[in-house]
């Protein structure tokens, strides 16, 4: 019997008691602090967490930009989650799973996290660049069945040049674009890029 897959959740209540919201909310710290507080994130087998709204899946959602540019790609047949194929995006990230290391005497840290973060950047793209990498926002969407299981922690990683090429082949039409090109396909992004694309847009 293969086992089943295990991604890192929290109890819904930890982020209610921090402050529910929807869209994008910027007290980062707060919501970090209060997620990775010791004993609070754990591993949940998916099938459960996906049809469990009493926790949220932390889903990494890495925006990289060059410029004024922002690295966007389009999601293939072969896209494990089948909901978002033929949607564009401008976010790499996905579930989180236990390694080696990942669960020590105290539990899962904010280090293991950093380094999750990087494992799964690495699984779907080749960042040939340097690069600095910042939390600008957290992403919540409960107006249907799959955000009330998701939360996202929006990553911004400001690349040296733009030298990205695809690893997953799930990865289609990847290219930097402006945000003006993005407004344009603004009916085909994904919920969560085009929540992101309003915040970009305004910051400018």
């Known amino acids: 019997m293969t086992p089943q897959e295990q991604i890192l959740v929290v109890p819904r209540q930890i982020v209610e008691k921090a402050g529910m919201f929807h869209g994008l909310v910027f007290d980062v710290k707060r919501y970090l602090d209060a997620i990775f507080a010791p004993g609070v994130p754990r591993f949940m087998p998916r099938p459960q967490a996906e049809t469990d709204p ?3 899946q932390i889903i990494p959602y890495v925006i990289m930009s060059c410029g004024n540019k922002y690295l966007s790609y389009v999601r293939g047949k072969r896209a494990g989650e089948t909901r978002l194929v033929a949607k564009r995006s401008i976010g790499i990230g996905g579930h989180i799973n236990p390694v080696d290391g990942d669960t020590p005497l105290f539990g899962f840290l904010r280090k293991n996290y950093d380094a999750a973060v990087q494992r799964e950047v690495d699984e779907e793209v080749n960042v040939e660049t340097g690069h600095t990498d910042s939390v600008i926002a957290l992403l919540n969407d409960d107006s249907n069945e799959v955000g009330q299981v998701h939360l996202g922690i929006v990553h911004h990683w400001v690349l040296d040049e733009p030298k990205v090429s695809k690893r ?34 305004a910051a400018v």
């Open 168 to 201: 997953e082949q799930m990865i289609a039409q990847m290219s930097f674009m402006t945000l003006d090109e993005l407004l344009q396909v603004r009916d085909t992004l994904e919920t969560w890029s085009a929540l992101c694309l309003e915040h970009l847009v």
């Open 54 to 56: 009493s926790f949220k």
